[in-house]
């Protein structure tokens, strides 16, 4: 069999594996497969930062369910992706990130643009290679592609020398991969679906709490069948948004620390919690002890190591999400004890007092004829985006108040450093998605600080025609840590305060794109209207109410019933 | 509680530290660590010592169990099983006690493996209580140095 070059080789293992966009930035340990790479049908985004090509390819993942790509050099080029691996690693995103590295025999020389980029992503990585042997380069590439996608998904990274993608080899059929040391249970289990089955008919004050294992494996049409038929609450976490209709009379929104009253109170006051694809993070549960302390737990996830991690559970069920819904409504069509009017009846009671908490203290804020308060903002996006705009965020205040006020009604809309909690995140991941959905409206909901941490990646929203809009909340402070100040540091705000902060319109207009400002509460609609019907990368600058805070608020360490209220 | 657990993995650069790294990592505890290749030159076998209560252990197992190059992790502590470790102990033999610090590792079945003018250097095979008896009785007559193993363990074939 005739030979071909490695970086030939890796082009071709590219185009098998379905990959059609690739982000990322070149160097000289990558110079050669480059070459290869702008001679093929791939198309190639050139970022302005390395985070920016990672966080952009985790971008494109999170809204199509296919695995991001990204191609960084070695050294510095490497390091500058680790933010947003580690992002992706925490929020279970299928990447597939390729480092070039220098060639073999300077390995532990400390070479030029040498780092020993396996070691540094070990930890926040679901696997990763050093291709040593130019033989393992396609296998490699396609093991990697497996592990990203399949089970609890997660980035892996391949490292590659450079005289390794230069040398000749012969390659290898696509054969079935097989790997003796990981077969991920994806089959619910019979009985576990039984005990499950049973506890939720026999419950008296079920609640769901959804997290972004629903989103990942697509059971939200199972989900909403399931909730509907048993007549049973949902409550979702960040990551979980979307995963059930925000607008379905049986949601009750995010729970947690700026969660909503009723998911947090009926979350205590359950008798059953039915965790799906979630994991019991601190940010959800509070002060451990008092999290769901009457409730029987069931817990589906994919992922063995999430179960009685922070809480003990009573019915594991390890499984893809999907299929265990499926095989629980399954179950249910069959059940000769299941009454679904009866159970429907069952939980009414307990549906009806949710509901009194929701309408006592709903998500809501003070608004002001003058002043733009931030979640009327994200209100008036909501009504002119119809709902559908694909919503990525930076992290603080901005994210809190998109998760509260845009009722996410698809997954996938909502694209968000959850775990990792990335600034920086938003513009980057909006790039990402509106390559793979040009059509759709993408939003990047962000503050001022924020902003500022990738704002680099405007040149390549211009340069590759991503028309993404970024709606600023800007508040001249790092708000979220200003809120905690204000409240818990006796108004110190230390070092939160932006002094100085860029005209982001004149900004916009710098990279060519269009920069709108609005000042007041009468401004923000015809601002958000221009902005929508622009075809051009758009910074909508809105001066906020400076000191609104996210409410409600659980206080860190505290019991998520004792909430802060508007 | 202590924990012997048996880990087999895939014999490849760095499996070692993706497991050193998840104890580090989330603070989980190593007392001992011994890992060398079985019989297949593919697979290394890995005997580790931890501690922790029942739910720190299971944390353990299963982030262990998933790490790709992890292939089994076995509490072998859940069973019957055996378990060894050997120390060389550098012990002070001057005319006064040579004799004595031979017969003392003759009682517990040991050798000597290096001598010189005023030491000998002991070789001992057992169980962590026992090398600890060791160590004890020596003590008195002056240990100069001491270099340990860390366990190795098997699970017991059934009976049956």
Known sequence: MSKIKGTQAIIKCLQEEGVELIFGYPGGAVIELYDELCKSDIRHILVRHEQGAVHAADGFARATGKVGVALLTSGPGATNGVTAIATAYCDSIPLVVMTGQVPRALIGNDAFQEVDIVGITRPCT???????????????????????????????????????????????AKTPIKMQT??????????????????????????????????????????????????????????GLGGFPGTDPLSLGMLGMHGSYAANMSVAKSDLLIAIGSRFDDRVTGRLDAFAPQADIIHIDIDPSSISKNVGVDIPLVA?????????????????????????????PWVDQVKEWDAKHPISYVDNDEVIKPQYVIETLHRLTGGNAIITTEVGQNQMWAA???????????????????????????????????????????GDGSIQMNIQELATARECGAPVKIAILNNNYLGMVRQWQEL?????????????????????????????????????????????????????????AREEGVFPMVPAGKATTEMLLV | MKHTLTVLLRN???????????FSGRCFNIESLCVAETFDPKISCLTLVTTGDAAIIEQITKQLHKLIDVITVLNVGEGEFVEREMALIRVRAEADTRAEVLRIIDIFRG??????????????????????????????????????????????APKK
């Not at chain 1, 939720?200 to 959804?210: D, E, N, Q, S, T």
Request: hydrophobic residues 45%; proline residues 6%; contains cysteine.
């Open chain 2, 12 to 22: 490849r650069p760095g499996a070692l530290s993706r497991v050193t790294g998840l």
């Open chain 1, 182 to 239: 990981y077969q991920p249970n994806v089959k619910p289990h019979a009985n576990q679906v039984a005990k499950a089955c049973r506890a939720c008919i026999k419950a008296k004050r079920p609640v769901l709490y959804v997290g972004g294992g629903v989103i990942l494996s697509g059971a939200h049409e199972e989900l909403r069948r399931f909730a509907t038929r048993l007549n049973i609450p949902v409550t979702m976490t960040l990551m």
């Open chain 1, 488 to 544: 818990f540091y006796n108004r110190h705000y230390a070092s939160t305060v932006m002094e100085f902060t860029p005209d982001f319109v004149a900004l916009a207009q710098a990279y060519g794109a269009v920069g709108l400002r609005a000042k007041t509460r009468a401004e923000v609609e015809p601002v958000i209207k221009e902005a929508l019907a622009t075809n051009n990368v758009v910074i909508m600058d809105f001066s906020i």
């Open chain 1, 126 to 172: 679901k696997h990763n290679y050093l291709v040593y042997d130019p033989d393992e380069l396609i296998p490699t590439i396609r093991e990697a592609f497996y592990l990203a996608s399949s089970g609890r998904p997660g980035p892996v990274l391949i490292d590659l020398p450079k005289d390794v993608m230069a040398s000749m080899i012969t390659y290898p």
């Open chain 1, 320 to 348: 893809d999400c999907k299929l265990a819904l499926e095989a629980i409504n399954e179950w249910l069509d069959k059940a000769a004890d299941f009454n679904q009017e009866e159970t429907i009846a069952l939980h009414q």
């Open chain 1, 404 to 446: 509260q006020f845009y009722k996410f009604n698809h997954p996938r809309r909502l694209l968000t450093s959850g775990g990792l909690g990335t600034m920086g995140y938003g513009l980057p991941a909006a790039i990402g998605a509106q390559l793979a959905f040009p059509d759709a409206t993408v939003i990047d909901i962000a």
């Open chain 2, 111 to 156: 050798k000597v493996v290096d001598v010189s003018p005023n030491s000998y250097a002991l070789e001992i095979t057992g169980s962590e209580s026992k090398i600890k008896a060791v160590i004890d009785i020596l003590r008195p007559l002056g240990i100069k140095e001491i270099v340990r193993t860390g366990k190795v363990a098997m699970a017991r």
